[in-house]
């Protein structure tokens, strides 16, 4: 029914930066919350960044003032720069996102995920 799709991982080095899209497409009427979380190796899965619809943001302690989270609520898409990367931040990062399918029937989606990896 309705899909996310992430896009924008890759290797990069420490101190650099790197921008990851997530686009929503499918049976959509609206979408709540947006959110990216990440999941290193032998970790749990983490939140990164929230943004909800009317743009209010939460950050992990661990990435605030590296990290910032975007949406664009015409296009169903979210947005994570990341700058000053560091080799911690490696792990896969998912865009999750609860969407309203009609106006009364609510899904919670999760994108495929997609590799980030910093490199010292």
């Known amino acids: 029914q309705v899909q996310l799709v992430e896009s924008g991982g890759g290797l990069v080095q420490a101190g650099g930066s790197l921008r990851l899209s997530c686009a929503a497409s499918?049976?959509?009427?609206?979408?709540?919350?947006m959110a990216w979380y990440r999941q290193a190796p032998g970790k749990q899965r983490e939140l990164v960044a929230r943004i909800t619809n009317g743009g209010s943001t939460n950050y992990a302690s661990s990435v605030k003032g590296r990290f910032t989270i975007s949406r664009d609520n015409v296009k169903n898409t979210v947005t994570l720069q990341m700058n000053s990367l560091k080799t911690e931040d490696t792990a896969v990062y998912f865009c999750?996102?609860?969407?309203?399918?009609?106006?009364?029937?609510?899904?919670?989606?999760w994108g495929q995920g997609t590799l980030v990896t910093v490199s010292s």
């Open positions: 499918g049976s959509i009427f609206s979408i709540n919350a």
């Open positions: 999750n996102a609860g969407v309203y399918y009609t106006a009364n029937r609510y899904l919670e989606v």
